[in-house]
C-alpha cells in the first residue's frame, strides 16, 4: 500500500517507523515531516490543513490510506473532505470525522458529552466575554484551584490553574475580553480542580469495536518537580505503574465503553484514536479531556509497545472490523526523554546544528522539531528530539535514556532530569 501521513513532529516520525515495519507498507510519504522522517520516508512538503494539496497529491501518487497525525486537520474536516470527495472517498482516512474531533475541537461539546453519557469528570461552567461577569461569579462557588480552559485549540496550552481567586477573576477577563488565546478563548470553561494523579488511555476504534492500547504518563511542565510553564510534553512512561488492573477494569468500564457507546448513540463517525487524559482521584478515575490522536510525547512510548501491525489494525479500523484482529503489547517498559531548545516553551532559537545522533546505541531517536539544512540535521521548534528506550522496568529504561542524551548536543539543548520523578 502507499501511505500518506500527516504531521511533523515526534508523535509523526513514531508512527512512520511503525507503518514502516509492515510487510502491506510499500511507500510512505510524510507531509510535511522533519530530518527524521526524511531519513526513512519521502518528506512532501504540504501543510496538513492544505485539503485541495493534499487531494492533488494523493491522485497523483494514487495513495491508498491517510493517517492523520495532529489534530487541526480532524478539526477542521479532513475526513469529510475525503469522505463527501468522489475522487476520494474510497481512501480511508485514519481519524475521526469534523464532528467526532469536536471532542478535542470544543472543551464544552467535551464536557457536554461526558455528562449526557454519565462519564465521570469535573463540575464545570462554560462562559463567554458576555457573561464574563456569571463567569467571576462561578469562579467564587469553586474552592481553589481554579482550572481555566480555553475552549478551542491552543496547542497544549491553553489551560492554567490558578491557586488566588482574583488572579483568577483577571485571567478569565485576560482570556475572555483580551484574547490571550486569540479566538481559542473567546469561550472559557471553568472546572472544578480534581486532585490526584494524571494518566492517559489510548484506544483504537473503528465507531463499534475498539482496542485499547498501553496506558501513559506525560510530564507536562518544563520545570524539574513539575513546577513552572506548561509544555507539549517533556516525557513520557509506559505503562504507568499504578494503573493496576482494578483501575484499569474501571477505565474500561466506566470510560471508554461509554465512550464508544456515546458516540454510536449520536451517530458520530470516529475511526481512529481516542486519547482520554485522565485523573486518578483516591483510586477513581476520572476524565479531564478528550484528544482525538495519539499524544506526543506519549505516541513515542505506547507505538514502540506496538508488537502488532500497525497498517493491518487501520484497515481493520477501515473496513470496522477491529474485533477480528489481536492486539499484541510488548511486555517491557518504554520511556521517552524530551530533549528542547533554551527558551522553550517562551522564545528560543531554531537552526541549531545537532550532533550525536548517529552515537545512539540502545534507545530510538525520534525526530519532533528538526529539518535537514546544507546537509545537516538543525533544530526547528521547541522541542527537538524525542529519546526512547525499553527496560524491564521503568527505571531501567529511563537510565538508558539518560545515558544516550549524554550524547546528543546542541547549542542551549535543555532536557528534565527528573522523569518519571513521582512513580
Not at 480534581?194 to 492500547?213: H, P, Q, R
Request: overall charge negative.
Amino acid at each position: 500500500m502507499t501511505i500518506l501521513l500527516l504531521g511533523s513532529g515526534g508523535r509523526e516520525h513514531a508512527l512512520a517507523w511503525k507503518i514502516l515495519q509492515s510487510k502491506k507498507c510499500s511507500q510512505l510519504f510524510v507531509a510535511p515531516g522533519n530530518a527524521g522522517t526524511e531519513t526513512i520516508a519521502k518528506n512532501i512538503n504540504i501543510s496538513p490543513t492544505d485539503f485541495e494539496a493534499i487531494k492533488n497529491f494523493a491522485i497523483q501518487e494514487k495513495i491508498e490510506m491517510v493517517v492523520v497525525g495532529p489534530e487541526d486537520p480532524l478539526v477542521a474536516g479532513i475526513y469529510d473532505f475525503f469522505k463527501n470527495d468522489e475522487n476520494l472517498k474510497h481512501i480511508p482516512v485514519i481519524g475521526p470525522s469534523k464532528t467526532g474531533a469536536q471532542l478535542e475541537g470544543s472543551k464544552e461539546f467535551a464536557k457536554e458529552f461526558l455528562v449526557k453519557n454519565n462519564i465521570p469528570t469535573a463540575a464545570y461552567g462554560s462562559f463567554t466575554k458576555e457573561t464574563l461577569a456569571k463567569g467571576q461569579e462561578f469562579l467564587e462557588t469553586l474552592a481553589p484551584p481554579y482550572v481555566l480552559k480555553a475552549d478551542g485549540l491552543a496547542a497544549g496550552k491553553g489551560v492554567l490553574i490558578i491557586q488566588d481567586l482574583e488572579e483568577a477573576k483577571t485571567e478569565l477577563a485576560n482570556m475572555l475580553v483580551g484574547e490571550k488565546f486569540g479566538q481559542a478563548s473567546s469561550k472559557v470553561v471553568i472546572e472544578e480542580f480534581l486532585d490526584g494523579i494524571e494518566l492517559s488511555c489510548f484506544v483504537l476504534t473503528d465507531g463499534k469495536n475498539y482496542k485499547i492500547l498501553p496506558t501513559a504518563k506525560d510530564y507536562k511542565r518544563i520545570g524539574e518537580g513539575d513546577t513552572g510553564l506548561n509544555t507539549g510534553g517533556m516525557g513520557a512512561v509506559s505503562p504507568v505503574p499504578f494503573a493496576n488492573d482494578i483501575l484499569l477494569e474501571k477505565i474500561e468500564n466506566r470510560i471508554v465503553k461509554p465512550t464508544i457507546a456515546g458516540l454510536q448513540k449520536d451517530g458520530i463517525e470516529y475511526k481512529g484514536f481516542v486519547f482520554i487524559g485522565l485523573i486518578n482521584v483516591k483510586n477513581e478515575p476520572m476524565v479531564i479531556e478528550y484528544n482525538v490522536r495519539m499524544g506526543d510525547p506519549e505516541t513515542e512510548v505506547v507505538i514502540p509497545r506496538l508488537k502488532s501491525d500497525l497498517v493491518e489494525l487501520f484497515l481493520a479500523i477501515a473496513e470496522e472490523k477491529l474485533d477480528e484482529v489481536a492486539l499484541e503489547i510488548d511486555s517491557r517498559s518504554a520511556t521517552t526523554i524530551m530533549v528542547v531548545s533554551g527558551g522553550y516553551p517562551e522564545d528560543y532559537e531554531k537552526g541549531k546544528v545537532i550532533s550525536g545522533i548517529e552515537t545512539v546505541s540502545d534507545s530510538i531517536v525520534f525526530h519532533a522539531g528538526t529539518k535537514m539544512a546544507d546537509g545537516q540535521i538543525v533544530t526547528n521548534g521547541g522541542r527537538v528530539l524525542a529519546v526512547t528506550s525499553y527496560g524491564d522496568n521503568f527505571q531501567e529504561a529511563i537510565q538508558k535514556s539518560y545515558q544516550n542524551i549524554e550524547k546528543l548536543k546542541f547549542e542551549k539543548m535543555y532536557f528534565r532530569k527528573d522523569i518519571g520523578f513521582d512513580l
